[in-house]
């Protein structure tokens, strides 16, 4: 049976792009797969957190694995910085990945921004990080949203460069040339890409400065209502065929997110409302996203009643990921030949 990991960023807002990007995804691969889901804190203060809303944050998103369906006994759910083996593996492959390959890091540039000086050199090599978090579970897959292509293309990579330049010691300490395994992104489903309901050219994100521009897990159905009808449209009437979606990102958007929500193709969704209105499509839309959401949301802000119930759940998933993180790692010092206690 193969290994999944995934992560989420406690950085606040979490919104409809997180769940049918992600956290959806990660519901479904359970049946299937060892799953571990990993809240990344150590990713989210590579820009500067607020200490309280991290602790917040970091709670809310396990709110939200555990809401959504994730069973924290048949699988594993955690917080990074409560096994130091992430940072521990991170180092090394801070030593094993190239500034080149960093250097093309879009989201890198995206972040930093034009005042590049002044970003932290954690966001920099917040790739390799999230290598280490896939590799020191030796993750076969890893289910996430488009946008975090390339930086699985570099956990690739990273994991191939470790097997070459050690490939001597590997083979001497009797370990599979393939140390670590190459891991595959799952990127799948009509909704790898949420837009922005103000604007279908940019991603929806938990930045966006206009509460309009997401649907936040934790909004309720007014908030969803209002947000889906000021979403913004074109004047056509919707196509029939998803072909007729192409030059449309805002209609594109709106179908891909019924189709997921639905657990039907946009295809299927364009033959129901194809040739209708958006506001009769909206309307029905608004209804499905609050039936699907609304008890998520519920269920989160009940769970953020009991802190130290999410917290023990983050303490014993943390120790569960350690027995099997601890393991890779005494294999990697062995590899890179450093002393240790037998
Ligand atoms: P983060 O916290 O930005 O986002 C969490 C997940 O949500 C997906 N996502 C989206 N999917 C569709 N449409 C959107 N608008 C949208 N916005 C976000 C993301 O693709 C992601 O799957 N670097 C990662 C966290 C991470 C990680 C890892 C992921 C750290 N280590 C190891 C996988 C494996 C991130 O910032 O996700």
Not at 199 to 226: E, V, W
Request: hydrophobic share 40%; net charge neutral; aromatic share 8%.
């Amino acid at each position: 049976i193969q290994r999944v990991f995934s992560g989420v960023q406690p950085t606040g807002n979490l919104h409809l792009g997180n769940y049918l990007g992600a956290i959806a995804n990660f519901v479904k691969l359970q049946e299937t797969h060892n799953c571990i889901y990993c809240v990344v804190d150590l990713h989210a203060i590579t820009v500067w957190q607020n200490p309280d809303e991290l602790t917040h944050n970091i709670r809310e998103v396990t709110a939200a694995f555990l809401a959504s369906g994730i069973d924290p006994d048949k699988h594993i759910v955690f917080n990074q910085s409560q096994v130091a083996e992430h940072a521990e593996l991170a180092w090394v492959l801070n030593c094993v990945a190239r500034l080149g390959w960093l250097n093309r890091m879009t989201q890198f540039k995206e972040k930093a921004g034009k005042d590049r000086e002044n970003a932290s050199v954690g966001l920099y090599a917040y790739p390799n990080l999230m290598a280490a978090d896939i590799l020191v579970y030796r993750a076969t897959h890893v289910p996430v949203g488009e946008d975090q292509k390339q930086h699985l293309e570099l956990a690739r990579d990273i994991a191939q460069k470790f097997n070459n330049d050690f490939s001597e010691s590997i083979a001497a300490k009797g370990y599979d040339a393939k140390f670590f395994p190459q891991p595959e992104p799952l990127i799948t489903g009509p909704a790898t890409r949420v837009m922005s309901l103000r604007d279908g050219s940019k991603k929806m994100s938990k930045s966006d400065p206009s509460d309009y521009s997401r649907i936040n897990l934790t909004d309720d159905a007014d908030a969803i209502a209002q947000k889906v009808r000021k979403a913004k449209t074109d004047p056509e009437p919707l196509p029939s065929e998803e072909d007729g979606l192409k030059a449309r990102p805002e209609a594109d958007n709106l179908v891909g997110i019924y189709a997921a929500l639905a657990g039907r193709t946009k295809a299927d969704v364009l033959r129901e409302f194809g040739g209708g209105q958006f506001s009769t499509f909206k309307s029905t839309l608004v209804d499905l996203s609050v039936d699907k959401l609304g008890p998520i949301g519920n269920e989160m802000k009940r769970l953020m009643q009991d802190p130290a119930h999410v917290d023990a759940v983050l303490v014993k998933g943390a120790g569960r990921a350690r027995a099997i993180a601890s393991e890779t790692m005494k294999a990697v010092k062995n590899i890179v030949g450093f002393v240790q206690a037998k």
